[in-house]
């Protein structure tokens, strides 16, 4: 039986190839002229061809290297509190974030902070207000690139280990025009969804719990559609839309002795259809509000405990995330070491980091998971570089890094993990992470095997953990 665990927020790594030529469409019918039908990607590729073919400053070096990202981002958040609503937010912006690099592939100006600047941009597609905010922070990157450029030079000669990767990968250009989204929902049905299921403590008689009653019972819910174009000097021209929608609940009440309990439990989703119906949501929803009074109950644990522990699939999955996700994301080293990369599994290539039986992929091909969609998955990332699945760890052993265009020893291209937040600079992260064991047991096999190991070591009690802790909503 194999048991799989997903985490959702991360292929062969290919050979650099011998030549570059034209960009290559994901889909064989997208050229640069489709691109151009857009009205940003037309504004962003016309400031692109002026600002390669005209950008330096005297005596200086020209960029090798630009990309343009802009982001329209719109978000709506409603919250309530002991059922009534709190009101919603609504927010809608475009953000330009440019990159500029200076020098070439095997050493330039990238890091710190010399690789990027950001101006807001237009909301209606204006072409000449898109190609100003683009020409601005494309001044302000080029200058920064400049000055980092020198002080890296500067820094280099004072090393005696030299750089142990080149500073950017080579990657094939694509074009890749997916369709855009836009935020629609029936905000009136949300608020009083949300309303409801925050003043749950009052309403159903099950929860009227006595000694166990709610000091605070918030709902909150989250819309977000983002859609991105992304353009590079190289060729690239990326179009792409993702859409965030979560609930959340938060409970929480203090045990006799004055100790916080909080208790939380959230439902995300790429679609709104994918959400928890609000019936399912609610009954996790009384759960957490039933346990309050037992948890108050519950005995102090007064002496260390040294036995074994059963984790459940939330408790689990936060901890294998924590323990691993950031850890396989292999970062550029300090100047002057030989590290690999950063992190706790620097030195561990080819090293076991986890029992034999499992092994650990990132797909963010992977599009759902038991008929729903997964958050993490993505075509292209936000360095232009299609998604990749990338094996991890076979059989407990480390066989590769989460990768984007910043290359480490050993490993000189992306496979496709470059991911930034909004108005942030790519850096190598997760998009579905799954985790798989060979021969897994099942939830009442794992009870049995603790209950086991407890009477093998005399121990009186062992603990089962239901989840690491509760989110109290601002």
């Known amino acids: 039986m194999n048991r799989t665990r997903l985490i959702s927020s991360l292929a062969t790594v290919a050979l650099i190839a011998a030549c570059f030529g034209a960009p290559v469409a994901i889909d064989a019918q997208q050229t640069r002229a489709d691109a151009e039908k857009d009205p940003v990607l037309k504004a962003m590729l016309t400031e692109m061809d002026r600002s390669m073919s005209q950008l330096q400053l005297k005596g200086l070096a020209k960029p090798f290297f630009i990309q343009y990202r802009i982001e329209d981002v719109e978000d709506l958040i409603i919250k309530a509190e002991y059922g009534a ?7 809608h912006q475009r953000i330009a974030r440019v990159t500029v690099r200076v020098g070439d592939y095997k050493s330039d100006s990238s890091g710190g902070r010399g ?7 237009s909301l209606d597609d204006d072409p ?64 009083d969804r949300i309303a409801r299921t925050s003043g749950l403590y009052k309403d159903d008689p099950r929860a009227k719990t006595g000694d166990g009653a709610a000091q605070y019972s918030n709902a909150q819910f989250q819309g977000r559609v983002t859609n991105t174009w992304l353009v590079t000097s190289e060729g690239a021209i990326v179009r792409k839309s993702a859409q965030q929608y979560l609930e959340l609940y938060a409970v929480g009440t203090q045990a006799p002795d004055g100790m916080r309990l909080d208790r939380s439990y959230s439902s995300a989703a790429s679609s709104l259809n994918d959400l928890d119906t609000a019936d399912v949501f609610n009954k996790h929803a009384l ?18 405990y040294h036995g074994p522990i059963l984790l459940s699939a939330d408790a689990g999955v936060d901890t294998l995330r924590g323990l691993l996700a950031g850890g396989m994301a292999a970062t550029r080293p300090r100047l002057g070491t ?17 029992p034999e039986f499992m092994d650990v992929v990132d797909d963010p091909t992977m599009k759902s998971f038991n008929g729903k969609g997964l958050v993490g ?17 076979t059989a407990g052993r480390l066989e590769n890094y989460l990768l984007s265009r910043t290359p480490v020893r050993g490993f000189p291209v992306s496979n496709g993990h470059g991911r930034a937040g909004v108005t942030g600079p790519s850096q190598p992260a997760i998009g579905v992470f799954k985790i798989t064991a060979s021969n897994g ?20 009690s062992v603990y089962y953990v239901q989840t690491l802790g509760g989110l109290a909503l601002g």
């Open 441 to 460: 047991l099942s939830d009442e096999e794992l009870n049995q095997k603790l209950l086991a190991m407890a009477k093998d070591r005399g121990l009186k």
């Open 85 to 91: 609503t709190e009101g919603s937010q609504h927010a």
């Open 115 to 121: 690789d990027g600047a950001l101006q807001l941009a």
């Open 338 to 354: 030989e590290a690999r990369t950063n992190g706790p599994f620097a030195s561990s290539f080819h090293a076991a980091i986890l």
């Open 377 to 393: 998955a993505y075509d292209v990332d936000d360095e232009g570089v299609v998604a990749q699945p990338v094996k991890l760890v």
């Open 128 to 191: 000449l207000a898109l190609r100003s905010a683009l020409w601005a922070a494309t001044d302000q990157a080029y200058k920064a690139a400049i000055s980092a450029y020198a002080q890296k030079e500067a820094a280099l000669k004072q090393v005696q280990t030299p750089p142990q990767a080149d500073d950017f990968s080579h990657e094939k250009p694509i074009i890749s025009l997916a369709d855009l989204s836009a935020l629609k929902l029936d905000k009136a049905a949300w608020t």
């Open 287 to 304: 759960d957490l509000l039933l346990s309050l009074a037992e948890l108050r109950k519950a005995p102090l644990v007064e002496e260390e």
